[in-house]
């Protein structure tokens, strides 16, 4: 027989109820947020658009692809603050908090410094002008993440980032520079390797990226460490792009000899001989371009083609005689290019 307590059961049924908490998003003024010193290495779009802008000025072999990377960098540069003009932050900052409280930046750093640009910035269309103000005055969006995450957290952004194979290695030491003496060289010393240690292999394959790279990463780590001279002339190279066996070279023969071949003026003949290669590859680059169009003749209206063919007997007027015996050769009907 159950008892009853004023028609209620002594055994009562529990309903569980989910409750859905939604997350306010965190804002953190702009000048109250700093990077994580962990970033200090890995230089910024806009300096490397500085360096590689400067570089593009000076007389020296690779003048040209420096000039062509300054260019690219500020189209890349430009084109993400209209975006952050046009839209907002449309993902939040990872931030974390250090010891003192402060608000630092683990991923996102292009983002803070497009958002401090566009927030100085007046605009006409008020959506752009909405956007700015807001940045200005109340701030962006972020997100906190724990301490422990942050090395996994920086790899995995600057992944993302279209970051080069060599930068990703170098990158990948300096998050984990305990590899510079890892496994191989314990093993090499003859000493007892320790669970925790890392080796070159494992970090290589953790960041997905060759062996000989990351043999070339801890090689620039600890030449850089021995000559801190070299790391403010080079390490801005590896975020650029560059080869690392290359700058490896480079490295190496400053430290020897004092210059760096690939960095030294040219003199006459070495420029001649550059520029001669430089327009053979140009050359066939836009014959190329040339034949792609031509295969759309019959799409040209007539005034069109009409040009083209004027435009082409002019070219071919002023070709050498040796293009033209060749033309000739290779196509039995095209005569009198030339009187």
Known sequence: ??????????????????????????????????????????????????????????????????????????????????????????????????????????????????????????????????HARSLEIVGIPCEEVMPEEVDTIILTALKHRNYSKGALAYLAVLMRPEVVTGANDRQKAGKAVEPSAVSAEGLAAETGVSCRLMEYAITLYRTFKAHATMRPLYEPSIWAGGDLERIIGGVNSRIKNGVDPAEAPESPAQMKLRLAGEYAVLTVNRLVSLEVTLRNWDAMLPEGRASVIERTVEVLTAAPDELLQAIRSGLKDLTGLRS
């Open 1 to 130: 027989m159950k008892k009853l307590v004023r028609g209620k059961s002594i055994k009562s049924r529990v309903r569980t109820v989910e409750v859905e908490v939604e997350k306010r998003p965190l804002i953190v003024s702009l000048n109250k947020l700093s990077f994580h010193p962990k970033l200090d290495r890995i230089t910024m779009l806009p300096k490397l658009l500085k360096i590689e802008t400067k570089k593009g000025k000076e007389p020296g072999k690779n003048k040209a692809a420096h000039m062509k990377n300054a260019e690219e960098l500020d189209l890349e540069y430009q084109a993400n603050v209209a975006s952050v003009a046009a839209h907002g932050i449309l993902n939040p900052l990872k931030v974390v908090k250090d010891a003192k409280g402060k608000w630092l930046i683990v991923d996102g750093r292009h983002r803070y410094e497009y958002a401090k640009e566009v927030a100085a910035n007046r605009y006409a269309d008020p959506v752009k002008e909405a």
